[in-house]
Every structure is written in structure tokens, then in C-alpha cells.
């Protein structure tokens, strides 16, 4: 399915980050950042 922006609109998919630590601790999703990146589907 091919989706096309409105206007001055972009689509984005966001980029997930890490579940777990360096040390092995599994974050849950209530303590996670949103995430600041993603990737450009169409613009």
C-alpha cells in the first residue's frame, strides 16, 4: 500500500530504541524516552 502526504505533510516511522541496558536490565515501556529519530517513508 503506497501512501502519499497531504500538502507540506511528511510520514515518519519512528526508530525503536534499546530494550535492554548495557548490563542486561530490561527497560519497560512506562520508563523509555520517546524516541527523537525515525526514518522518512514520504514526503
Known amino acids: 500500500m503506497a501512501f502519499r502526504p497531504l500538502h507540506d505533510r511528511v510520514l515518519l516511522r519512528r526508530i525503536k530504541g534499546e ?3 548495557k548490563g542486561g536490565i530490561i527497560i519497560p515501556d512506562t520508563a523509555k524516552e ?3 529519530e525515525g526514518e522518512v517513508l514520504a514526503f
Do not use: A
Open 19 to 21: 530494550e535492554r541496558t
Open 34 to 36: 520517546k524516541p527523537q
